[in-house]
């Protein structure tokens, strides 16, 4: 490359990064998502699910669909099909171990995802694959020795000796602290590039109603499949890398006694999810002071002098947090747009958000700070204080 290029280049990137990535700080480098191939509009998920499971229940079918007109909640990817429902037929039998069965199809599934999806990510990043020194693989969608991360490094053409985390089973809150670790990782490493990538499916879950499991409705009404994947780094390389966030500080912090609150059991039947009534109430009550912790790192004061990264876990969550902290309507906007078009995706849902917010970010009167945060089993609060490059 000429001495002229590189020099525009370098100017390219400086136009594109307003404010100047701080020394050591962990920044986003590249973002990427996959999803399965079949695509479900929530006014066809009723009938689906219904004849799917061969449910005959009029009650159950009411349930669900006054539970699909509150989710908000218009197109969700899912792995689920026809094929598999023809090829393990005892997967929608009520009582039937398949825990198996359920493997043998999520493990395959949210490696293919995870691995499209960092390929995508890989490609925006502009970097060679064996730049990348660690990779941190999110999921609570399979379970086996080893694990995806090993599979994922495989398919992707990783180095044989980069450095490997799995965060299990951690649910919605997943993704943020994977966002954690890396940012760990790469302001402890330097000059290291971590590929952290998020994958999940609702397969273990995938059961026929019972009237005796309600939170099963609310699975089928709310979650969806897919993947995600982002490339984290401190320092970015002028000319060569274009960071969009910066992960200015994080916290995590649970509720004591809430672990029933959310409630998620593996059996042989697969796994099954209870999910308390006062969850949003839950979150409502303490969520004002730990945005505060977050926002004292940096003096900040305002609610609404910042631009917010939440975890999608449903309307009632979104709705709770805006009204508690006095937010504009329009800064949950992208959380709402993410729910809207994919469902909550688990861990991964929080990379659609900040996909959704990076356009948002670009425009000249943009927030230079804002909040990440998400929500799970615990009930555990991830935070992280991020700024808008």
């Known amino acids: 490359m000429s001495k002229m290029s590189c020099e525009s280049s370098v100017m390219l990137d400086r136009a594109r990064a307003r404010r100047v990535p701080t020394p050591g700080t962990a920044t986003i480098l590249a973002l990427g998502k996959a999803f399965p191939s079949q695509l479900v509009p929530q006014e066809c998920l ?84 064996e730049d990348i020194t660690h990779i941190v693989y999110v999921s609570s969608s399979e379970i086996r020795l080893p694990g995806g991360d090993l599979y994922i490094a495989n398919q992707l053409g990783l180095k044989n000796d980069v450095g490997r985390v799995m965060l299990y089973f951690l649910g919605c809150y997943g993704g943020v602290t994977g966002l954690r670790v890396a940012k760990d990782i790469a302001e402890n490493n330097p000059g290291s590039r971590v ?59 649970f509720l004591p006694d809430t672990q029933n609150v959310i409630n998620g059991k593996l059996s042989e039947e697969g796994i099954s999810f209870k999910l308390g009534r006062d969850l949003p109430q839950r979150i409502d009550d303490n969520i004002e002071g730990f945005c505060r912790k977050l926002m004292e790192k940096r003096n900040l004061v305002n609610f609404n002098d910042l631009f917010w990264a939440v975890h999608p876990g449903g309307p009632a969550i979104l709705n709770k947090l805006e009204n508690t902290l006095r937010l504009k309507s329009e800064k949950l906007e992208c959380s709402r747009k993410a729910l809207m078009d994919y469902g909550n995706v688990s861990s991964n849902t929080i990379f659609y958000v900040i996909e959704n917010m990076r356009e948002n970010l670009k425009r000249e009167d943009g927030e230079e700070w804002g909040l990440a945060l998400a929500f799970g089993p615990g009930i555990t609060f991830e935070g992280i204080l991020i700024r808008s490059l």
């Open 46 to 129: 009723v009938e689906g699910y219904i004849r799917d499971t061969k449910c005959i229940d009029a009650t159950i079918k009411e349930k669900l669909e006054r539970l699909c007109k509150t989710t908000t909640v218009r197109t969700r990817y899912t792995v689920m099909c026809k094929e598999i429902l023809d090829k393990y037929p005892e997967l929608v039998t009520e009582g039937s171990p398949t825990i198996r069965q359920r493997l043998e199809i999520a493990n395959s599934a949210v490696v293919e995802m995870a691995t499209e999806a960092s390929k995508a990510c890989i490609k925006e990043w502009g970097r060679s694959v």
């Open 195 to 253: 590929l952290l990538t998020t994958s999940e499916t609702t397969i273990l879950g995938f059961r026929p109603p019972n009237n005796a499991r309600p939170y099963d409705l609310v699975g089928a009404a709310l979650f969806g499949d897919g993947a995600a994947a982002v490339i984290i780094g401190a320092d970015p390389v002028l000319g060569q890398e274009s960071p969009f966030m910066e992960l200015n500080c994080a916290i995590q912090q």
